[in-house]
């Protein structure tokens, strides 16, 4: 599409009519969904209608059917569950029931909809749209409406958003609410480790996924759970001996809690249901453990939704409304999915019939298929978890040495890293060394050998338990080198920010002056400033924007009630702004201040306009978002200082600088599982390059493929050498020189209602169809 396609389409919905309604069981998200489709509705010109109480809402009409305007969804983003209701309805399914539904609609002037839900809500969509003329037809023929108006709308435009917490629709990496859910689970999941702990107990916890297991899983991977129930995976026979064995050994081996997830669908291998109380009956049976079972519920549809939801749902409603503007009497009804970090449209009913052969193939039993057709990301998934559930110290030791350090400042999502590293190296029969303090201690030989159970618990705590600093090697080049040889080191797993991308590049370049830095030397990137060549996401990025989005949450919140106020806060990242973005688009701030957006005291003198006029809306409270080194001459205090002058008598403004805070906690169950998978691909990786160039009774590799950042680019995993990433990275500026995020500003300035040029906006791909690629095949 060209920019003067792009243009044009801002006005394109001039004379039309869309609505959006949200169907089946609620999820985390589908309230900034509903909130990007009103105000791009509202953007290219369309009459936006909210459609209340799901289908059942629409059969019924009158007041359930509202013409929306801007302020109608403002302040709902951060909210759980859907402001406009969903309902079971007996009614639609039924010929009247739709019947009803396309008489509420065609008296509106209404060809356009909008549907958020699972499976079942889009095909019901599908057959309300196959069914379009035939019921205009009727309803003319019993004098409803007239022959003109059934001719004046006589195609019904469709489009999907899918609004499911088990992330089970083929198509799209994630669903909305799936992250969400995610979140709630591994609180809990930390909350009862400590209590565990205290009182060796053995936890079941039962979460949702009656027929996919897939927050099972990943909840599972992301807390070094000792077993596991999917119903896409029935344990073997005997799986009860097995189980009971493990908790043993885990006991014996200094233990003091046991941690068994299960999936409410969870079956053996004849389809018998495996519940949790059986499993806690077993437990305390055989082993006398005192065992407890939690069951989780509708707990995991609840809550605020993480910032991945907001983001995702906001992206995803921006496309609907621009794959609806688009849509012609030919265009098949389309879903909106995520593919890496696009948004792109996808056949709908092709989409739903491959999610029902997952269904099929697990009632046939033919479960490897199953866990195949859920899609590569769940099948790595399943892969890794059974690979650190299930591995042993090697009984063969290795003639290979590893060291494992941090660099740079402290990330969630290291610790898990390192846990998922240090197993799989002991597990080929490494010797695995720690560092402490980065290069600096690599320097100063601040090392200690690493056991199995030096990292047990690692997974879910934040910061960096080795302890890191920002310095480089080349201050100390020749002190390395010898804690190198002394060692006996082969290779090295470096996990930090753009510290430690910089620092094996030195290291690289060094090699011609020392042997001892050929060897295979791998960068895993984890900053909260998600500024590491090499890769779409850092480690610690997704923790840190959940923890800036709570803090901008309750920031908002002190407002209300109060006299109208603008909030202008301040993130870190550097010279990176994808934090502030990326925050400002999760809590709908008014605007993101970074320096790879340049902007002008006039810019600055608009947006104080807009706050003026939005205040006189009846609206509370502004957010403006800074990030740290976004202009060397307007300051947090400068901007702060000028709203305030500007907006005196309307508004009054405060200053907030976020700091440490936006370093987290816990880790975010994005950065668990990342960081866990990227910490067992980084061990095979290195054991690979060590095995291929160890001759002489050493390791020898000096090529630039043995010094490479392991990162996440679309949806491949992906080796770059750090040579390579010289070209594409800014040092000055310490980041890459193209930034993928940088997508989302256009998105985010609309949806504030800047009058922003549609031109940036890069519209969502249409996707061909097949069977690999409309497997899930997530970032997780």
Not at 79 to 101: E, H, N, W
Not at 377 to 405: C, D, G, R
Not at 582 to 590: E, K, P, S
Request: hydrophobic fraction near 40%; charge should be neutral.
């Amino acid at each position: 599409m060209t920019s003067m396609d792009l243009e044009k389409l801002k006005m394109t919905g001039a004379g039309r009519a869309l609505a959006v309604l949200t169907s089946g069981g609620d999820a985390q998200g589908m309230n900034a969904a509903v909130r990007a489709v009103t105000r791009m509705g509202i953007y290219v010109g369309a009459q936006v209608y909210l459609i209340h109480e799901g289908y059942q809402g629409l059969v019924e009409g009158g007041e359930h059917i509202k013409l929306a305007h801007w302020h109608s969804v403002t302040n709902i983003i951060q909210q759980g569950g859907t402001v406009i209701g969903s309902a079971r309805c007996k009614a639609f399914p039924t010929r009247d029931g739709r019947l009803a539904a396309a008489f509420n609609l065609v008296k509106r002037g209404i060809t356009n909809l909008c549907v958020c839900g699972g499976d079942g809500s889009l095909t019901g969509a599908n057959v309300f749209r196959s069914e379009w003329s035939g019921l205009l037809a009727e309803l003319a023929q019993k004098g409803r409406i007239t022959e003109a108006t059934a001719q004046l709308h006589d195609h019904l435009n469709i489009v999907g958003l899918v609004g499911s917490i088990d992330n089970d629709f083929c198509g799209t990496d994630m669903t909305i609410g799936a992250d969400s859910a995610l979140h709630r689970i591994m609180e809990i999941v930390d909350a009862i480790t400590t209590t565990a702990q205290s009182h060796q107990r053995t936890f079941v916890l039962e979460v949702m996924g009656r027929h996919c297991g897939y927050l099972a899983l990943v909840s599972a991977l992301a807390s070094g759970a000792d077993w596991l129930f999917i119903p896409e995976a029935p344990p073997k026979e005997g799986w009860e001996d097995r189980m009971c064995s493990r908790l043993e050994g885990s006991r014996s081996r200094g233990s003091r809690l046991n941690i068994i997830i299960v999936a409410e669908g969870a079956i053996d291998d004849e389809g018998k249901a495996i519940s949790s109380n059986y499993i806690k009956d077993l437990v305390v049976d055989r082993l006398g453990y005192d065992t407890r079972v939690t069951v989780l519920g509708h707990v995991q549809r609840g809550g605020i939704p993480s910032a991945f939801d907001r983001i995702l749902s906001s992206k995803l409603g921006v496309e609907a409304v621009v794959a609806l503007m688009e849509a012609s009497p030919n265009t098949p009804a389309c879903v909106i999915g995520l593919s890496g970090n696009q948004a792109v449209r996808l056949p709908l009913m092709e989409c739903v019939e491959m999610t029902k052969l997952v269904q099929t193939a697990m009632q046939e039993k033919r479960f490897d298929e199953a866990i195949k057709l859920r899609g590569g990301s769940f099948e790595n998934n399943w892969n890794v978890y059974k690979l650190l559930a299930f591995q042993k110290p090697a009984l063969i030791k290795s003639n290979h040495t590893m060291a494992i350090l941090n660099v740079g400042a402290p990330a969630a999502g290291m610790n898990a890293a390192i846990r998922s590293a240090v197993r799989v190296a002991i597990a080929h029969g490494h010797k695995v060394y720690a560092v402490s303090d980065g290069f600096q201690g690599l320097a100063t030989g601040a090392v200690s050998e690493m056991t199995w159970h030096s990292v047990a618990g690692w997974t879910g705590q934040g910061g960096s338990l080795l302890g890191t600093k920002r310095t480089l090697p080349s201050a100390f080049m020749e002190k390395i080198v010898e804690t190198i040889s002394k060692f006996g080191i082969s290779a090295l797993l470096v996990i930090g920010g753009f510290e430690a991308y910089e620092g094996v590049l030195q290291l690289f370049e060094s090699r011609g002056r020392f042997d001892e830095l050929c060897i295979p030397m791998c960068v895993i990137p984890a900053t909260i400033s998600n500024n590491v060549p090499g890769t779409d996401f850092s480690l610690g990025a997704d923790t840190a924007v959940n923890a800036a989005m709570e803090g901008c949450d309750t920031i908002k919140q002190s407002a209300s009630g109060t006299k109208r106020r603008v909030f202008v806060v301040e993130t870190m990242g550097g010279y990176c702004g994808y934090l502030a973005t990326c925050t400002g688009f999760a809590v709908g701030a008014d605007a993101a201040y970074i320096f790879e957006d340049p902007f002008t005291i006039k810019d600055l003198k608009t947006n104080v306009e807009h706050l003026k006029e939005k205040m006189k809306k009846d609206v509370q409270r502004g957010l403006i978002l800074r990030n740290e080194k976004a202009n060397q001459h307007y300051t947090t205090e400068f901007i702060h200082q000028l709203y305030s002058a500007e907006g005196q008598g309307v508004f009054d403004s405060r200053i907030n600088v976020l700091g440490h805070l936006q370093q987290g906690g816990a880790p975010s169950p994005f950065d668990r599982n990342f960081a866990t998978k990227l910490g067992v691909k980084a061990v095979q990786w290195l054991s690979d390059r060590m095995n291929e160039n160890y001759r002489q009774g050493r390791v020898f590799a000096n090529s630039p493929e043995t010094a490479c950042v392991l990162g996440l680019n679309r949806k491949v995993v992906s080796f770059s050498p750090v040579t390579e990433l010289k070209e594409v990275t800014d040092f000055k500026h310490r980041m890459p020189k193209n930034q993928w995020w940088f997508n989302l500003r256009p998105m985010l300035k609309m949806l504030a209602k800047y009058q922003t040029s549609f031109t940036q906006y890069v519209p969502g791909e249409i996707e061909h169809v097949t069977r690999r690629s409309l497997s899930i095949d997530s970032g997780f």
